[in-house]
């Protein structure tokens, strides 16, 4: 590594990145954290539901994995939303050692009212993106990102993403009509 690129440039490389990695994550978070709330979610507990649902039922260590969060966070977060009656915990006859989850049907609800409810009005980092259709005639792909992310996460990370962007492109499920967001804050309260 030495001899392709030196100190100097190493830092600033990993200041700009840092940097710019950071401040998208909070205007990410910011905008996931709004649309979450109204239904009594978390980011962690929403990413959760939605792994599970595009793997069609997943490992806690999958949902780590996949989630980037550590074990003991994916599974204390998925514990809360099994208390809820939103996942079900299941173990495989082939496969003892880990813990399997699945969407209930009313997880699998919520998740789905969630897609309907999302505005894109309402996500600063798409409203900030839109400059570039005008300028490419579409929204940007992340091609070198995605590389990066792939060296550092490896062939089954970018596996399970693609996958779920393809369920995401085949879904009917995102509706246009606003879900009910009283039906689940009543559902909720009498879990």
Known sequence: MK????????IFYSHKMAQ?????WKAIEKD????AKPFELNINEHHILWIAYHLKGASISEISKFGVMHVSTAFNFSKKLE?????QFSKRENDKRNTYIELTDDGNE????TLSEYNPED????RGSLPMTE???????????SALIKEIYGEEYMEILERS?????????????PADLDDFKNQSKSS
Request: proline residues 2%; glycine residues 4%; aromatic residues 8%.
């Open 110 to 113: 919520l998740l789905e009212a």
């Open 20 to 24: 710019l990695s950071k401040a998208l």
């Open 32 to 35: 996931w954290q709004e649309w």
């Open 165 to 177: 962007l393809e369920n995401i492109e085949d879904e009917a499920s995102v509706q246009e009509k």
């Open 3 to 10: 001899e392709k690129i030196s100190k100097r440039e190493a």
């Open 123 to 126: 996500n600063s980092v798409l």
């Open 83 to 87: 208390k809820r009656g939103l996942l």
């Open 135 to 145: 300028m490419y005639g579409k929204l940007p792909e992340f091609l070198d990102l």
